[in-house]
């Protein structure tokens, strides 16, 4: 996999924390896995996963839109466009990304249903904000969603994707990791339904 440059990048522009690199190698490999062309993330920070996703948009010959209200909350290193978009700029992969600043719910409520092939979510981590975030993920998106820090301090994204498997019947992929990542995929229908 041609990630060497993404690999190094870290040391020539450094902002502190951001997903870890076993997460974004995981990400990577699922969207290229998929041949995902069209792809939403939300929770963008110093965009340490944004790079991983728009590299995988390069290879995909697709496109990534990457949306974050930059409050800096929940860990967010970024209080504006500018600190990601150098990052994005850096890795060569500013042609395959575009930042949106932007309530994530807000912005999601207005994609039609199915707009996406992959949404990766890592925004808010109150269980409300996660909640919310995810019943929208899987509205507008076609082939599954991911859902970070399950694992972390913040008990919201866990709790929120535990009360949608019971209140939707579905169930996730369960991934460990350091933080956490939980994947939904739409279920095959057989061609008797
Ligand atoms: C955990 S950080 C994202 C980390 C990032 N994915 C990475 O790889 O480093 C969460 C981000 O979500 C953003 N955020 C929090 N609440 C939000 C909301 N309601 N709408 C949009 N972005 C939000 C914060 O500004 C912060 O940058």
């Known amino acids: 996999m041609k ?51 728009a590299q995988a948009m390069k290879y995909e ?16 290193q970024a209080s504006s466009k500018e600190i990601p978009q150098k990052r994005i700029n850096i890795a060569g992969l500013k042609d395959w990304v575009t930042l949106i600043k932007s309530d994530s719910v807000e912005f999601m409520k207005n994609q039609p249903d199915d707009t996406y092939d992959f949404v990766w979510v890592d925004a808010d981590h109150s269980f409300k904000g996660a909640y919310d975030d995810i019943v929208e993920a899987l509205r507008i998106s076609k082939n599954g969603i991911g859902v970070h820090d399950v ?18 019947g579905i169930s996730g992929t369960w991934i460990p990791g350091f933080r956490g990542t939980w994947l939904y995929f739409p279920r095959p229908t057989s061609k008797e339904e």
């Open 3 to 53: 990630v060497d440059n993404l690999m190094d990048l870290d040391k020539r522009y450094p902002q502190m924390a951001g997903t870890a690199n076993p997460e974004k190698m995981l990400l990577f490999s699922l969207l290229r896995h998929i041949g995902a062309k069209k792809v939403l993330e939300v929770g963008v920070s110093a965009g340490h996963m944004t790079c991983w996703l």
């Open 61 to 76: 010959n697709g496109y990534l839109t990457s949306v974050d209200n930059f409050s800096r909350a929940h860990g967010g």
């Open 151 to 168: 694992y972390q301090q913040y008990d919201g994204p866990r709790e929120a994707c535990l009360s949608i498997e019971h209140d939707m």
